[in-house]
């Protein structure tokens, strides 16, 4: 990689090489085990000019996303992170019968249909052609494509421009950034907002959350390079939250740069806060390869010396950061067994790279393993409690990131009247 994908410039450093793995999302039918399977390097640097952490778009959205194996709805948070969402947007924003929402990234319509139940207007752009599908059979009007200014001005010529674009999960999926942020201006009225969530690359360095940088992540943003990457399509940042999903994420709200007025404080302290972590210059990623190293160490400790005991171990969730912690690990079945996942469309199919079968989640109950490796770390809360049957057998849960961590299933109490 020589330029950098926003700013052009060939000021990139090196953060952290991860080697060559699978795209995280490649799961793999029983069929195709024997099969040749493709690896791409996975380097993660940063333009010293912008600051915009990336990774070489060596797969298209196209190879990932036309058939995906992610659906939202399957995660009890993140449907209530939505349900909150938009009550809450509608407020700021003034949501009412006669508005038109749109979200790009719509998934199987795990927020948009919180919309419709209040009665607004709105339309997913979705280029996965299975999970739009089911959105559709939810009730939820979708399109089946890819983001793109043609796009953009293809949906506003025929249902209007919208009050609120969402771009939830979807920022850092995209190679073609300025293009995607002038489908964004396309579609947003020239008074309206748009609200993107994006992993925070600032809790990504401090946290080790290395795992999340995978093929289909091709950029990681500070909120000085949101800022950078949003002018790039006519739009300009007026306030940002911090949020704690996915281990840390930024709210963006912009507006059309002639209406989005002076930025809001929330936007100087994170500026701030980044700066203050050293994330604009170099002394801010020096250190981050050295414990990203630490973690693969440890537990690849802790899963050999409970082979070495006869322990079993099993695993919980096939996320695609999962995969990307599993391949450069090079854990195989021999050290965790399976792992299950509440998506019946992994079901019997196998991890990339390395193998892992993907069972039901009752499989755990079946075969009472003494640990449980939890892969989706960052709903540890929802998981624990979910997890809480391990507790029947002593059985306890793995967190590996930010640092291993053993902790015991804690029981449900029940509440007695």
Known sequence: MTRCRLCGSE???????????PPCESFLAADRLDQPEPAYPLHLRVCTDCWLAQIPPLITPEDTFSEYAYFSSF?????????????????????????????VASNDGYLLKHVVDRGIRCLGVEPSVNVGAAAREAGVPTLTAFLSPDTGSAVRAEHGPADLVVANNVYAHIPDVVGFTKGLRALVADDGWVSIEVQHLLTLIEENQYDTIYHEHFQYYTVAAAIRALAS???ALVDVELLPT??????LWAR????????TERVADVLAREKAAGLQELSGYTEFSARVAKVRRDLLAFLITA?????????????????????????????LAYTVDRNPYKHGRFTPGTRIPILPPEQIETDRPDYVLVLPWNLRTELVEQLSYVHEWGGRLVFPI?????VEATPVKEVTA
Do not use: Q
């Not at 000021?11 to 793995?21: E, H, I, P, Q, R």
């Not at 009890?76 to 947007?89: G, I, K």
């Open 246 to 251: 996915h281990g840390g994420s930024i709210r």
């Open 402 to 406: 930010p640092e291993l961590s053993i």
């Open 233 to 235: 399509g006519g739009l």
């Open 256 to 263: 059309p740069a002639e209406a989005a007025g002076e930025p």
């Open 307 to 335: 082979a070495e005991e006869g322990k079993s171990v099993v695993g919980y969730g096939a996320p695609g950061k999962g995969n990307t912690l599993l391949n450069h690990c090079g854990i195989r079945p021999d050290l």
């Open 11 to 21: 000021a990139m450093a090196s953060v952290v090489d991860l080697g060559a793995t």
């Open 75 to 103: 995660s009890t948070s993140w449907v209530e992170h939505a349900r909150t969402f938009v009550a809450d947007a509608a407020t700021k924003v003034g949501l009412g019968p006669e508005s038109f929402v749109v979200e």
